[in-house]
């Protein structure tokens, strides 16, 4: 039987002794706040196969219809009015102490802005559901207002300067990430004694690839999730329970 209290304490004494924490995120994370993972039990992806469709470039630039069915999802999607939760305040704690180097996270929901984390400190892997953009002519403006144009009746709207394309500002299959973001989260991972990974199974490129690199510059790994990760063994401590309970303890 694992000794959760005894790997929480030495979870909580490396945190403790910090002076620099880069936090990596993922979907794990936000479960607390209803919005689904996209590969566990109850994932996005699990559930419905045909949904992935809507998250590969071709098939969104290609297809009305698959369009359609992206628009409303976004129209529904519960992120629009989910709350951050005790995970993410644990991580703007870390934030009021001064130790957070960086906060890199896989999720598209903004909910570490939302908490409270500084959006200079925030680099979002994966791009934001916030924001939408044209495929065209780059032009980005608040999703909310093209959510509003779906939900007068637009089933598929474009670009109000061009007549382009419109997508979430987030990063879909076949697209590679930005690359001034991922710099900044490997620098981040490079720059911290200790890498505090939560909630994600690591196993989306290059993202994951904050972790060997941490490791490579000496940092302490803890990996906190609900699953084993692809990354556990370049961790120091793996804790595989539930985030809303353990990481209160960790950063207290
Ligand atoms: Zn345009």
Redo the contacts with the bound molecule.
Sequence with gaps: MTDYAGLIERARETVRAAQRITAFTGAGISTDSGIPDFRGPNGVWTKNPLAEKTSTLSHYLNDPEVRKIAWQNRARNMAWVAEQNIGHRAHVQLQQRGVLRAEATQNVDGLHQKAGNQPELVHELHGTMHVAV?W??K?THPMRAAVERVLAGDADPK?L??G?ILKSDTILFEESLKQEVIEAALGAADDCDVLLVVGSSLRVYPAANIVPRAKANGAHVIIVNGQPTDMDRYADIVINADIGTVLPQIVE
């Design positions: 044209c065209d002519c032009d670009c300067l061009c382009g």
